[in-house]
Nanobody, 125 residues
Framework: VQLQASGGGLVQTGGSLRLSCAAS????????MGWFRQAPGKEREFVAA????????YYTDSVLGRFTISRDNAENTMYLQMNNLKPEDAAVYYC???????????????????WGQGTQVTVSS
């Protein structure tokens, strides 16, 4: 399984970005896929996750109402639409996939089996 994240960049506070994670190497019918982020000097933190099979989603509280996770089954691609970005959202964003279809545990990085490289998001104030 390979995951390729893209779409990061520099944006002003209040702006928007859409991250993409292209997945390849197998079918992902029962997987859960997620987004994590890591700012300098901080631990990697959970952002959002989505069930590949039914599209159920799970967000960390700090992004509720601002970020939307989605997937395109035909394209094997996951997205993270980020609106109303704040300086505290600045980080390297990583996409990840886990074979266990249970969405409830998706906020822990340790349960993920595959990781993509990061994409940098910078938010200027």
């Amino acid at each position: 399984v390979q995951l390729q994240a893209s779409g990061g960049g520099l944006v002003q506070t209040g702006g928007s970005l859409r991250l993409s994670c292209a997945a390849s190497g197998r079918t992902f019918g029962s997987y859960v896929m997620g987004w994590f982020r890591q700012a300098p000097g901080k631990e990697r933190e959970f952002v959002a996750a989505i069930s590949w099979s039914d599209g159920s989603t799970y967000y960390t509280d700090s992004v509720l109402g601002r970020f939307t996770i989605s997937r395109d089954n035909a394209e094997n691609t996951m997205y993270l639409q980020m609106n109303n970005l704040k300086p505290e959202d600045a980080a390297v964003y990583y996409c990840a996939a886990k074979r266990n279809p249970y969405l409830g545990s998706s906020n822990s990085a340790s349960v993920y089996d595959y990781w993509g490289q990061g994409t940098q998001v910078t938010v200027s104030s």
